[in-house]
């Protein structure tokens, strides 16, 4: 398992909870999603993997994040950085007061030089609208091309487990499908294992071998996608079809596990 989240408790503030107890399994090479709905945990939860709940006033108070069968929980996210591990962050995604190339410049380098300009020609080369861009300042970028330079800067840090906070947010349904495609390839040419956090379930479903819900801080179902896109009482109750508030999560609560080892 490349990734081992352990009953992850997080407070902000010393007091306030962030996350209750979550428990997921990244395993090496899968793209694994996280589904909820708004403050149910799912920043928190990749921001604690990467280190930046630090600069959140935040802190793991209990459980353990196991990275590569080492504990990572607590730790600064350059240290964090430079075990492997990039987020793609909600917001503030890029310098805006940068181009696109110093962007992917700027990024703090854990490989030689050899291996950054390897990795340029690939971000450039599977996001081509970048390469059109190279001299724009990023805050004149669209959304989309904000998000593509926001893959880019976290793949230039050479992780082989990258945290994508809301791949969709803001985004035309075609502009998700050309990125979602792009770094299927990027993925696949550079081995990334990917956790993904969605607020929108065919994404998830569709991107991701496996997925975890959250409710208030806790998973509350976790499956294969090939099972949960199968499963209509589950898309009814979790998945936001229905658009009921009133949601039943027990029939289905012992359910939650990690994916198969
Ligand atoms: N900086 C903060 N200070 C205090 N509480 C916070 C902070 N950030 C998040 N929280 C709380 O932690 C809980 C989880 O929030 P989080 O941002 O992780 O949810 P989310 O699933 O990412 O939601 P969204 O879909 O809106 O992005 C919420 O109750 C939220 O109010
Ligand atoms: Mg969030």
Known sequence: MMLKVQNLEVLYQRSILGVADISIDVPKGHIV???????AGKSTTLRAISGFIGLDDARVSNGSILFDGRRIENRFPHQ????????????DKVFPNLTVQENLEIVASRTGHA???????????????????????????SGGERQMLAIGSAIMCSPTLLLIDELSLG??????????????RIRDELRLT????????????????????????RVVLSGSTDELRNDS??????????????????????RAQGPAK
């Open 194 to 217: 990917i956790l993904l956090v969605e607020q929108s379930t065919a994404i998830a479903l569709r991107m991701a071998d496996y997925a975890y819900v959250f409710e208030n801080g």
């Open 80 to 91: 964090i950085a430079h075990l492997g591990i990039a987020l793609v962050p909600e917001r």
């Open 115 to 141: 291996e950054r300009r390897h990795l340029e020609a690939s971000i450039y080369d599977s996001f081509p609208r970048l390469a059109a861009l190279k001299a724009k300042l990023a805050g004149l970028l």
């Open 171 to 184: 985004l035309a349904p075609v502009i998700v499908d050309d990125i979602a495609e792009r770094l299927m």
């Open 33 to 39: 999603a996280i589904i909820g709905a708004n403050g």
């Open 233 to 254: 009482s589950i898309q009814d109750a979790y998945l936001g079809t229905s658009g009921g508030e009133q949601r039943n999560y027990r029939h289905v609560r012992n």
